[in-house]
């Protein structure tokens, strides 16, 4: 497709479970964002990839949670040992320029719910 | 702490008339400034952007206008159109190293017929 593709739509988990979540960005584009929205709040920032590289993750809330774009195109951000204050939307977005430059396309993000 | 504030939760306005979003500012780092629109089960889809170096921006209905000196941004929306009926996020970010955005918590805007 044209736009950034993320998958599932929607996850439900019990607290406890390892969920994995995954971004297809548009094609050729460098830089890759995740971000996480709590009801009622903006999206804040988690990590950034440029092309394979993590290049910075200080948002990531704790070790329980991890991101990888090992060939610089799809990423899948691993959440292990699920808390309830894990849910939340989980938006993936993505650059044409390197340094997240440029516009930011996002997706419709994953809606993870975490009984 | 909440660098981009967005303190409106709610705007409501008739079809025709003008929406102004209010948006403000703490990170004196802060150079350039982009309003995305949000549709439920929808990702942000941007809207219009503003670099530091200006203090006004017009594309078509819509005005972003910057007051460094305040740390303020305002989007201007007229005229209004039910379809423009959304949340907006204010969002910034800084030249130093990558530029990843910071986002405000939104305003949802509610234009009525």
């Known amino acids: 497709g044209a736009g950034v593709s993320q998958s599932p739509r929607y996850k439900v988990a019990k607290r406890g479970q390892d969920v994995a979540l995954r971004c297809d960005p548009i094609?050729?584009?460098?830089?890759l964002f995740w971000y996480q929205q709590a009801l009622g709040q903006g999206p804040e920032f988690l990590t950034y990839f440029q092309n394979e590289a993590q290049l910075d993750k200080s948002g990531l809330p704790s070790d329980r949670f991890f991101a990888e774009r090992p060939e610089g195109s799809v990423s899948t951000l691993k959440i292990q040992r699920t808390q309830q204050e894990d849910s939340a939307v989980y938006l993936c977005?993505?650059?044409?320029?390197?340094?997240?430059?440029?516009?930011?396309?996002f997706g419709e993000g994953s809606r993870l719910t975490v009984l | 702490d909440q660098q981009v504030k967005q303190n409106s939760p709610s705007l409501s306005v008739q079809e025709g008339r003008i929406s102004i979003l209010n948006c403000d500012y703490t990170?004196?780092?802060?150079?350039?400034f982009l309003w995305y629109k949000k549709y439920p089960a929808e990702g942000p889809t941007f809207l219009i952007s503003?670099?530091?170096?200006?203090d006004k921006n017009e594309d078509g209905r819509f005005t972003v206008f910057l007051n460094k000196s305040a740390k303020h941004l305002s989007l201007h929306i007229v005229p209004s159109q039910p379809g423009d009926s959304a949340v907006y996020f204010c969002a910034a970010r800084s030249n130093t190293g990558f530029q990843k955005l910071v986002f405000g918590t939104g305003t949802r805007l509610l234009v009525s017929p």
């Open positions: 503003i670099s530091s170096i200006k």
């Open positions: 977005a993505s650059s044409s320029r390197g340094q997240g430059t440029g516009e930011l396309f």
């Open positions: 094609s050729g584009h460098v830089s």
């Open positions: 990170n004196s780092m802060f150079d350039y």
